[in-house]
């Protein structure tokens, strides 16, 4: 049985591009049919009728007819912009790091609904008056384990023996940790304190809304994942760039 020519689906919008002096191509993440690239015809014309509801960063109801090549956005309708986040440009840019980290990891037409639902989570917290500042550390996380990059935290990755947190390596490339011992097989490894290892296997263990870590674990822990992920993707992101943009100018007015 053919496929219906017009369907229906929720969608959290990733990112767009232009096409042409009045359309565009959106790439939209959907709990049924996965990431899909669609265009929306007229969008820039003042007077479209899509226009203010294929923002960045909203979760929308779409129709879609089948085209050729892509499909085609009849109808859109907003039915969350996360509005909270859009006052702040920090929490916009880690919206967009969220969006973007999807947008790699996740291959078009694959329906993952536990990543959609994640991404909807992250961007709901986000948007509260005080979200948690392992926020994103929690989503990487997350993220990872969906996809099958879920990181060995507890023993080491050459000899298989337990760490105890006290000394440990991590290795982007294996995708673990690596005792003192066996961390000359591989030279680029970074030390990882103990409080850092602790932090990273609470949020493995999604506990991060219920633990406390200090700026200098959380750092820490930042610089593990921002390193792995690189690994993972091969290029560094463009929003963890402007997140590192903002962070230099706020250290700077302060």
Do not use: W
């Amino acid at each position: 049985m053919p496929a219906p020519r017009v369907y229906s689906t929720e969608a959290i919008i990733l990112r767009h591009q232009d096409l042409g002096e009045a359309d565009r191509i959106i790439t939209v993440f959907t709990p049924r049919f996965g990431k899909l690239r669609v265009v929306a015809k007229g969008v820039k014309r003042p007077r479209s009728r899509l226009a203010g509801h294929l923002d960045s960063l909203c979760e929308v109801n779409l129709l879609l007819a089948r085209g050729r090549n892509l499909d085609i956005v009849t109808q859109a309708q907003v039915a969350d912009q996360f509005l909270a986040l859009r006052r702040s440009l920090s929490r916009i840019a880690q919206g967009l790091y969220a969006a973007e980290l999807v947008n790699c990891f996740m291959a078009d037409n694959m329906a993952h609904p536990a990543v959609y639902h994640l991404l909807q989570a992250t961007l709901a917290h986000l948007a509260t008056p005080s979200p948690n500042s392992l926020v994103l550390r929690r989503f990487e996380m997350r993220l990872l384990e969906e996809t099958g990059y879920r990181p060995q935290l507890q023993q080491c990755l050459a000899c298989g023996d337990d760490i105890a947190g006290d000394a440990a390596y991590f290795s982007a490339s294996g995708g673990g940790v690596l005792c003192r011992g066996c961390r000359a097989t591989e030279a680029v490894a970074r030390p990882l304190s103990s409080a850092a290892l602790q932090l990273l296997r609470s949020l493995q263990a999604r506990q991060g809304a219920r633990i406390a870590a200090s700026r200098e674990s959380a750092d820490e822990v930042e610089g593990v994942l921002r390193q792995y992920l690189l690994h993972l993707n091969e290029r560094e992101l463009h929003a963890a760039t402007f997140i590192d943009v903002l962070r230099r100018e706020a250290a700077s007015v302060g």
